[in-house]
């Protein structure tokens, strides 16, 4: 059940569910302030990381910007078995990457332009989870899982750790047939990577 609270009209859309097109969300399918919409969403497909955004005509880009954005984790037994971290907060970590423009109260703000209408709206900060550029998060010894989501509206990031490679095990689609060893990804809006990092690697250097 979708339930609108945010003061306006709005649409939502999943990326990555196999589902029928009448409940994929869309302008299309506008859900009053105050409305719910309950569709009937079946769930019959290999583990991956999905996500949601507004999809609302002529509001997508701000609605999104806003906050209106998160991830759908789909598990199957294959990934629940496998041998991977899998304890949320421990050594599994979620992380939702955008960028915001921030006025004189640290407000985000939202300005129209030409240029953001041939470019997109670009933001100079960092936010994680809706946190303003955290720098240090407490993760045990051994390897720590990383399943990341950027949410930007127009900005490619590069990853890469200070040391050490990326191990990459899963994008959009679900895992990869075997992991992929590199130095940095650069991911463009929507897109979504599953990572191992090990930790005592990193703390030999």
């Given at each position: 059940?979708?339930?609108?609270?945010?003061?306006?009209?709005?649409?939502?859309?999943?990326?990555?569910?196999?589902?029928?097109?009448?409940?994929d969300g869309g302008p299309h399918q506008e859900i009053?302030?105050?409305?719910?919409?309950?569709?009937?969403?079946?769930?019959?497909?290999?583990?991956?990381?999905?996500?949601?955004?507004?999809h609302m005509h002529g509001k997508t880009a701000q609605q999104t910007y806003k906050g209106l954005a998160g991830v759908l984790l789909v598990e199957d037994d294959?990934?629940?078995?496998?041998?991977?971290?899998?304890?949320?907060?421990?050594?599994?970590?979620?992380?939702?990457?955008?960028?915001q423009m921030l006025d004189g109260s640290r407000q985000m703000a939202y300005a129209l332009s030409a240029e953001v209408f041939e470019d997109g709206f670009e933001g100079d900060t960092?936010?994680?989870?809706?946190?303003?550029?955290?720098v240090a998060q407490s993760?045990?010894?051994?390897?720590?899982?990383?399943?990341?989501?950027?949410?930007?509206?127009a900005r490619f990031l590069t990853l890469?750790?200070?040391?050490?490679?990326?191990?990459v095990i899963a994008c959009e689609?679900?895992?990869?047939s075997s992991t992929v060893e590199t130095a940095s990804i650069?991911?463009?809006?929507?897109?979504?990577?599953?990572l191992l990092v090990d930790m005592t690697a990193v703390e030999r250097n």
């Open positions: 059940d979708v339930t609108n609270t945010i003061g306006d009209v709005v649409a939502l859309h999943w990326h990555g569910l196999h589902i029928p097109g009448d409940v009053e302030d105050g409305g719910v919409w309950s569709p009937d969403v079946p769930i019959v497909q290999h583990a991956s990381m999905n996500w949601f955004h507004s294959a990934s629940l078995s496998a041998d991977l971290p899998k304890t949320s907060g421990v050594d599994d970590f979620t992380l939702v990457l955008q960028d960092l936010v994680v989870n809706g946190a303003i550029a955290p993760v045990p010894t051994g390897l720590v899982r990383f399943r990341i989501l950027t949410a930007c509206n890469s750790m200070a040391t050490g490679p990326l191990h689609g679900g895992f990869l650069l991911m463009s809006p929507g897109e979504r990577y599953e």
